[in-house]
């Protein structure tokens, strides 16, 4: 059957993206931006992302100081074909790969620099429940605290649970591009996250992470593109339709109104850089913590 011409442009463009995109990954990896470890990484939790798509023999002839001759002879020991991707090995030939790059990593003294995690996904996903797990195990991590125009509610503390400011204060912060990103909720009061904290804290080398909607992810990467974003989704659209339901807090109307929302978040999970299933808390919260770069040694 013959490919219609608008099949076949966009076929096109989207072959030539993904080119453009495992070429830049290569070439970050070639340069020391990113580490070998931190790309397997994100293609073995992701089986969607541009790293899984890469052949095996591409991501290591782009790591430093691994030549031809040397890959050919990992790949022979590793019994892993020329053609094989990342994201398409079996579970032992990901375990033996895994086990030579965290050596090879360690005998060079690599180490992961601070980063910025910004954790989004639908309704009812279970973002806050991953989030406790995480700062319950890493009590380091740095959580980013929102500034938002609203009055303090009665318990709440200036810098603690908001940064509570004046509608001229958000003016200013905005005016001086002071937010990484901030949005009108509800029609009336402003909320926003400061991009102070957040920098102080890399320079302290103390990882941040941020649990924000989506446009507010889309704002922090095009303000910081550094920042990882992470989209947290439910094992299936059955499995999010029943949490929403098992929480009891909505009314029928509101549970269809949330999950008609949630079903357009959903459609958004490509532009994050790495996609975790939440099908398993504590898994779904050690694959969150691998990706700010946190290690066992912490």
């Not at 320079?203 to 990467?221: N, P, S, T, Y």
């Not at 974003?229 to 509101?254: A, K």
């Amino acid at each position: 059957m013959t490919m219609p011409d608008v099949d076949r442009v966009a076929a096109s463009r989207a072959a030539v993206a993904a080119r453009r995109a495992r070429a830049a990954i290569k070439a970050s990896l070639a340069r020391g931006e990113r580490t070998a470890s931190d790309v397997f990484l994100v293609a073995r939790i992701d089986a969607d992302s541009v790293e899984a798509s890469l052949r095996v023999t591409d991501f290591l002839l782009n790591v430093p100081a691994l030549g031809e001759k040397k890959v050919s002879a990992l790949m022979t020991t590793l019994g892993i074909s020329p053609r094989k991707r990342l994201g398409a090995l079996g579970r032992r030939q990901r375990d033996a790969l895994q086990d030579f790059l965290e050596t090879r990593a360690r005998a060079r003294g690599e180490r992961t620099r601070p980063r910025v995690v910004v954790l989004a996904g639908p309704t009812a996903v279970g973002k806050g429940t991953v989030v406790s797990r995480i700062l319950s195990d890493y009590p380091e991590v740095h959580m980013s605290v929102s500034a938002t125009t609203r009055a303090p509610r009665p318990g709440e503390v200036d810098g603690v649970n908001y940064f509570f400011v004046s509608p001229e204060e958000f003016d200013r912060l905005i005016d001086d591009d002071e937010l990484l990103e901030w949005a009108v909720v509800h029609g009336t009061h402003r909320y926003g996250t400061p991009r102070g904290p957040i920098e102080q804290s890399l320079r302290d080398g103390v990882c941040v992470l941020l649990e924000i909607d989506i446009q507010g992810a889309r704002q922090v990467k095009a303000h910081m593109p550094s920042a990882r974003t992470v989209f947290l989704e439910p094992p299936s659209w059955e499995e999010l339709s029943r949490r929403l339901e098992s929480r009891g807090t909505e009314h029928i109307d509101e549970r269809m109104r949330r999950l008609e929302t949630a079903r357009e978040e959903l459609a958004a999970r490509l532009e994050f850089d790495v996609r975790v299933v939440n099908d398993d808390v504590t898994r779904a919260a050690a694959q969150v913590v691998d990706l700010m770069g946190l290690t066992k040694e912490h």
